[in-house]
């Protein structure tokens, strides 16, 4: 198992990547599983430093999209703006590590998904599944969830 700065931890490598996401509270979670996926499409870019101090460095690269997805529950909000985000991606040929949300509740994310123009892709990300998503708060303050991307 690999964990990175407590954000998430690999399960399982393969054609589907299997990974459990931390975070303090749902949104927090959300933002490191953007993290995470930007991690797996580019981690020489994400493990160079702070998201801020790259971004900063690459300003002629940089990128930024406002996004509104809405859905049933958590689990489907997730993988929603997973694919939202990855879609995106695919187009821009760009890679999104932070996001600053302006409403978010267990039925709706709206904000703005932040990152960096890229040549290519380490990883190409095909899909963010469905099973096995199952975000809940394991304690009070520690939330969690199993995420599997398709590789």
Not at 38 to 46: D, S
């Amino acid at each position: 198992m690999i964990t990175h700065s407590k954000k998430f931890e690999v399960l399982k490598q393969g054609p589907d990547l299997k990974l459990k996401v931390f975070g303090f509270s749902p949104k927090e979670l959300f933002k490191n599983a953007l993290y995470v996926l930007g991690y797996t499409q580019k981690p020489e870019m994400a493990g160079q430093s702070a998201v801020g101090a790259l971004i900063g460095r690459l300003r002629g690269r940089r990128i930024s999209e406002d996004f509104l997805i809405e859905s049933m529950d958590y689990n489907t909000l997730l993988v929603d703006f997973l694919s939202d985000v990855l879609s995106r991606s695919d187009s821009q040929n760009a890679v999104f590590f932070d996001v600053k949300f302006t409403a978010f509740s267990e039925n709706k994310v709206e904000g703005r998904i932040y990152g960096v123009k890229v040549d290519d892709f380490s990883k190409n990300v095909k899909a963010v599944a469905y099973h096995e998503i199952d975000i809940k708060e394991i304690e009070p303050g520690k939330w969690e969830t199993l995420l599997v991307l398709d590789i």
